[in-house]
């Protein structure tokens, strides 16, 4: 069993920052492919951005690219989600996920991850 528990969400205003974390605890955080979603109220949980175990490749959704950049601590057992120029369509719960058979790569599917963290929620104001 893995356990993520993610912190760092609040109220922000449309073009602030946010860095949301998620610490593992429970198997080698170097095993797991990690990856962050979010789901807004009436939609469909979506992927923003995945890290492969290393660190050395990352993925992103059109939507945030340029904008959010995941990075991991594999000392620290975090990932971090480093959030700028947020806008109000950002607006979300976002989850920390963790995925345990992808080795190189990161996964945009949902399906693909095996433990969810609780969520913290992000809401941005126009």
């Known amino acids: 069993q893995v356990q993520l528990v993610e912190s760092g969400g609040g109220l922000v205003q449309a073009g602030d920052s946010l860095r949301l974390s998620c610490v593992a605890s429970?198997?080698?955080?170097?095993?797991?492919?990690m990856g962050w979603f979010r789901q807004a109220p009436g939609k469909e949980r979506e992927f923003v951005t995945a890290?492969?175990?290393?660190?050395?490749?990352?993925y992103y959704a059109n939507s945030v690219k340029g904008r959010f950049t995941i990075s991991r601590d594999n000392a620290k057992n975090t990932v971090h989600l480093q959030m700028n120029s947020l806008k109000p369509e950002d607006t979300a719960v976002y989850y920390c996920a963790a995925d345990i058979r992808s080795v190189y790569s990161g996964s945009r599917y949902p399906s693909s991850y095996d433990f969810w963290g609780q969520g913290t929620q992000v809401t941005v104001s126009s």
């Open positions: 429970g198997r080698t955080f170097s095993s797991l492919a």
């Open positions: 890290i492969s175990r290393s660190g050395g490749n990352t």
